[in-house]
Nanobody
């Protein structure tokens, strides 16, 4: 069973940047890892993912062009760099991981989730 340790997030003003991190542990991880987000009253939506072996990346529509995902192999950690944040980016961001492609499978079937971290963008 994979466990996901998240960090980052916080409250910022519009236009600011934030970085989230997610580190898998528990067993050797293979598959895809990334983030979903969920705003109050809305469904959880796909943000971005990276293939653990190979590094291919996939970006969802909500934040495309304003985010970068990258893996630090030495630290066994994946980072999500978010730029030019907008009030509509306010949500709880969840790290997710699965052997399958997380953007293609049902959210309820994804194998591992982090606890979530709040990102609030407000002036």
């Amino acid at each position: 069973q994979v466990q996901l340790a998240e960090s980052g997030g916080g409250s910022v003003q519009p236009g600011a940047s934030l970085r989230l991190s997610c580190a898998p542990s528990g067993r050797t991880f293979e598959g895809t890892l990334g983030w979903f987000r969920q705003a109050p009253g809305k469904e959880r939506e796909f943000v971005v993912a990276i293939r653990w072996n190979g590094g291919e990346t996939w970006y969802g529509d909500p934040m495309k062009g304003r985010i970068t995902i990258a893996r630090d192999s030495a630290k066994n950690t994946v980072y999500l760099q978010m730029r030019n944040l907008k009030p509509e980016d306010t949500a709880v961001y969840y790290c997710a991981a699965d052997r399958r492609d997380i953007w293609q499978v049902g959210v309820d079937t994804i194998a591992a989730w982090g606890r979530g971290t709040q990102v609030t963008v407000s002036s």
